[in-house]
């Protein structure tokens, strides 16, 4: 079946440079994507890897190594607005499209 | 150009009340879903509608049901509501797979008692 597992809570420094690390199981893989999401809001469209690399926008990258079923968020010059939950997610190259599966978020927080 | 909607934003139903969450986008995304996320926990995947007029189950989709109404309006029905269903439900559309940018509603925020 499918799965992900990805640290449930880490804690930075402002200014800093913090990684998200999230491993997957599908029985298929298209992509793995992050969405990010505030105390009481909803989830908002981060990043999406479907090829091996790095893929950048801003001060947040993601990485996906598809032979190692791995992939990570990368934060740079962290800011307080930063804390949030931060999910990865795949969707399985199933019989079914509706095969979509969340994390369960890491709940990243900031140090002054 | 509002996004994704989601009415009500909050609601309180009894046991074994029914009621319909509403859900419209406005951008012409041909893929809609509704999950659920209960308390510290990621999303999870109730009814997903590739286009108008198809749905699909999706990871847990006892004690629901959809209706893809037209292109922009997916709503999602709850029978006979039961305390296990109280939870955050959020609506979210997409451009077609395998792309999964998906765009999310506020949310409506659901107690059952």
């Known amino acids: 079946g499918q799965s992900l597992e990805q640290p449930s809570e880490v804690t930075a420094v402002e200014g800093a440079i913090v990684q998200i690390n999230c491993t997957y199981q599908?029985?298929?893989?298209?992509?793995l994507s992050w969405y990010q999401q505030h105390d009481g809001g909803a989830p908002t469209f981060l990043s999406y890897n479907a090829l091996d690399g790095l893929e950048e926008t801003g001060r947040f990258s993601s990485f996906l190594s598809r032979s190692d079923s791995y992939g990570y968020l990368l934060l740079q010059e962290l800011q307080m607005k930063d804390s949030a939950s931060y999910f990865c997610?795949?969707?399985?190259?199933?019989?079914?499209?509706?095969?979509?599966?969340f994390g369960s978020g890491t709940r990243l927080s900031i140090r002054p | 150009n509002a996004g994704v909607t989601q009415t009500p934003k909050f609601q309180v139903l009894k046991t074994g009340q029914s009621m319909t969450l509403q859900c419209a986008q406005d951008m012409n995304h041909n893929s809609m879903y509704w999950y659920r996320q209960d308390p510290g926990m990621g999303l999870r995947l109730i009814y997903y509608s590739a286009s108008e007029g198809t749905t699909d189950k999706g990871e847990v989709p006892n004690g629901y049901n959809v209706s893809r109404l037209n292109k922009r309006e997916f709503s999602l029905r709850l029978e006979s509501a039961a305390p296990s269903q109280t939870s955050v439900y959020f609506c979210?559309?997409?451009?077609?797979?395998?792309?999964?940018?998906?765009?999310f509603g506020p949310g409506t925020r659901l107690t059952v008692t």
């Open positions: 997610a795949v969707r399985d190259r199933g019989s079914s499209a509706s095969k979509i599966i």
């Open positions: 599908t029985s298929g893989f298209y992509g």
């Open positions: 979210a559309s997409s451009v077609a797979p395998p792309r999964d940018e998906q765009y």
